[in-house]
């Protein structure tokens, strides 16, 4: 089954990069040019996604207008002679479909998701984490469509992190399939160095049935007090399995602040408008640390 739909939680308050997200939601910050969740929804348009859900909050408004149409702005513009720069603008807004509903209170992960359950309704749906942002020559969320066409089950996006450094994230366990494929029997949010499965850690996308929601509906808090969404993808991958899949490009957490230096100086320095200042910049820098 082709999924068309996706779900990107950006309901989060940015708490490690304040005071930044004080007003400014961290999913607006820019990598260059380019907002953070700009980079995400066109990864999901080039997977063929064509409707999208954000799941927003209080003061996260500037998503709503960044996908919208700006008709002064296009106009003046236009009237200075600015016809590309116009264009690429106003064709924003038709990346995709994109809708928005509010989390009233963030509850974590899980709970965002599930803000999404009316929208998704019977249909299966991608969900890409509004910090994570992935650069590469594919689409990481088309990878894992792909694995979920060809294998029918909810698929986990999946990056190797050092073993010192996993218990900020997840690890899977997993078991090798015919094909090569990962397939996931467990899994455990934040685990502690005796906890760990696997080197690999869930990392910003995954793909899930509809069947995710009434498990999420029953899924009491987890690590942080939140709902955690690793929580409900275990009991989905007891129950039906699911499919592990290391997807190619770079991901960076546009959550930290390390996150976002990495993402603006990987994007600056093959930038075709400032690349040789940046790469300049960066080796006088160098030679000077
Ligand atoms: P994070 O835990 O990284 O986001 O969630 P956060 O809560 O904003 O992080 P802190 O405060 O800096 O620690 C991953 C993704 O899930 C969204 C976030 O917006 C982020 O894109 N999220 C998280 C929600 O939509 N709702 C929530 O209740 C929690």
């Known amino acids: 089954m082709k999924i068309t739909k996706a779900v990107i939680p950006a309901a989060g308050l940015g708490t490690r990069v304040l005071p930044a997200t004080k ?3 961290k999913e607006m910050l820019p990598i260059v040019d380019k907002p953070a969740i700009q980079y995400i929804v066109e990864e999901a348009a080039a997977a063929g996604i064509t409707d999208i859900l954000i799941i927003t909050g209080r003061g996260k408004s500037a998503m709503e207008d960044h996908f919208d149409r700006a008709p002064e702005l296009e106009e003046r513009l236009l009237r200075s ?6 264009d690429e603008v106003a064709g924003i807004s038709r990346i995709a ?8 209170e963030t509850k974590g992960l899980g709970h965002a998701v599930l803000c999404a359950k009316s929208f998704a309704g019977d ?6 984490y509004g910090d994570d942002v992935v650069i590469g020559e594919k689409s990481a969320t ?3 469509c792909e694995a ?7 698929v986990l996006g999946l990056k190797k992190i050092p073993l010192d450094k996993i218990g900020k994230y997840s690890s899977v366990r997993y078991e090798t399939g015919p094909d ?13 160095p005796d906890q760990v499965m696997s080197p690999y850690a869930i990392i910003g996308r995954v793909v899930l049935p509809p069947s995710i929601f009434e498990i999420l509906e029953r899924t009491a808090p987890g690590a942080g007090g939140e ?3 690793t929580d409900a993808m275990r009991e989905l991958a007891v129950r039906e399995g699911m499919i592990g899949v290391e997807y190619s490009g770079t991901r960076f957490d546009m959550g930290s602040k390390a996150g976002i230096i990495e993402a603006i100086l990987t994007v600056g320095v093959s930038h075709p408008e400032i690349g040789p200042e940046v790469r300049e910049l960066i080796r006088r820098m160098a030679a000077s640390l």
Do not use: H, T, W
């Open 148 to 154: 979920f066409e060809r294998y029918g089950k909810g």
């Open 23 to 25: 007003s400014i939601p």
């Open 142 to 144: 088309g990878e894992l």
């Open 97 to 104: 479909n994109i809708q928005y509903v509010r989390q009233k």
């Open 227 to 229: 709902i955690q969404l």
């Open 81 to 86: 002679g600015k016809q590309a720069l116009c």
């Open 180 to 192: 090569g494929e990962k397939q996931v029997g467990d899994m455990i949010e934040k685990p502690s």
């Open 123 to 128: 249909d299966p749906f991608a969900v890409l």
